[in-house]
């Protein structure tokens, strides 16, 4: 994949996402409110009807990392599906800026520290959040 293959993402596209995960939630009724919202549907991987295998796909990666589908059937995981994300939204000068070297890998490196503690995090947001 390129540098820039994010911007190429073709919508509709599937977002697969933690219906259980806080930060997730709080995302999900973003893009439920956002003017492109038919251009993104979204599935809750914990939902009783989900099944990663029919995917191709493990529900241990697909809990890991964020995971995107294209209309074209190409997958975006991790930082590549938020940029695949934010392109189709019409973000498209952010994703470019967050593809420029350095720039990419330290995005891409936050986003890997930021999906291993999410759980952990998430709890921790929620906790806060009752007080």
Not at 85 to 97: E, N, Q, S, W
Request: proline fraction near 2%.
């Amino acid at each position: 994949m390129s540098r820039f293959s994010t911007l190429q993402a073709a919508a509709p596209v599937t977002l697969f996402h933690d219906g259980h995960c806080p930060f997730c939630r709080v995302e999900v009724e973003w893009l439920s409110k956002h003017r492109h919202q038919e251009q993104v549907k979204l599935i809750d991987i914990q939902s009783n009807d989900f099944n990663a295998a029919k995917l191709g796909r493990s529900f241990d990666d697909m809990m890991g990392q964020l995971h995107l589908l294209d209309n074209k059937g190409i997958w975006y995981v991790g930082m590549d599906a938020s940029r695949a994300l934010y392109a189709v939204l019409g973000y498209r000068r952010l994703v470019r800026l967050s593809c420029l070297p350095g720039l990419r890998s330290a995005m891409d490196a936050g986003y890997r520290f930021f999906a291993r503690r999410r759980i952990r995090l998430g709890q921790w947001w929620e906790k806060r959040q009752a007080k």
